[in-house]
C-alpha cells in the first residue's frame, strides 16, 4: 500500500505565497508521474500541474505556480506565487505508482490541503 500526505495548506492574502509538500511512503519501487490537482467548492477537480520527465501546468497558473520533486525522497512540491483567490481550493497530490518489477501501475491520492486565498 502507498501513502500520499500532503502539506502547507493554510490562508493568505491575494498576491501572497505558499508551498505546498506531498510525501510518499509505503511499497514504492517506483513512481512516473506526479501531479497536483485542486476542486473548489461546487466546481470539478482539475489538474494544476504534472511532473513526469518534463513539466505541463494549467493556463490558470502558467506563471506563477512551480512543481518540482526530489526523487530521493518521493516528495513533491507545488510553490505558488502570486495568489487570487480564485486559487482557493482543496488541493489534492497524486501519484503514479509501481509497487514492484512487475507489479501493475496503480493511481493513488493524498487526502487534501485547504487553501484559501482572501482578497
Known amino acids: 500500500q502507498v501513502q500520499l500526505v500532503e502539506s502547507g495548506g493554510g490562508l493568505v492574502q491575494a498576491g501572497g505565497s505558499l508551498r505546498l509538500s506531498c510525501a510518499a511512503s509505503?511499497?514504492?519501487?517506483?513512481?512516473?508521474?506526479m501531479g497536483w490537482y485542486r476542486q473548489a467548492p461546487g466546481k470539478q477537480r482539475e489538474v494544476v500541474a504534472i511532473i513526469s520527465s518534463r513539466t505541463n501546468y494549467a493556463d490558470s497558473v502558467k506563471g506563477r505556480f512551480t512543481i518540482s520533486r526530489d526523487n530521493d525522497r518521493n516528495t513533491m512540491y507545488l510553490q505558488m506565487n502570486s495568489l487570487k483567490p480564485e486559487d482557493t481550493a482543496v488541493y489534492y497530490c497524486?501519484?503514479?505508482?509501481?509497487?514492484?518489477?512487475?507489479?501493475?501501475?496503480?493511481?493513488?491520492w493524498g487526502q487534501g490541503t485547504q487553501v484559501t486565498v482572501s482578497s
Open positions: 497524486n501519484a503514479i505508482v509501481q509497487s514492484g518489477n512487475d507489479q501493475p501501475y496503480r493511481s493513488y
Open positions: 509505503g511499497s514504492i519501487f517506483r513512481i512516473t508521474n
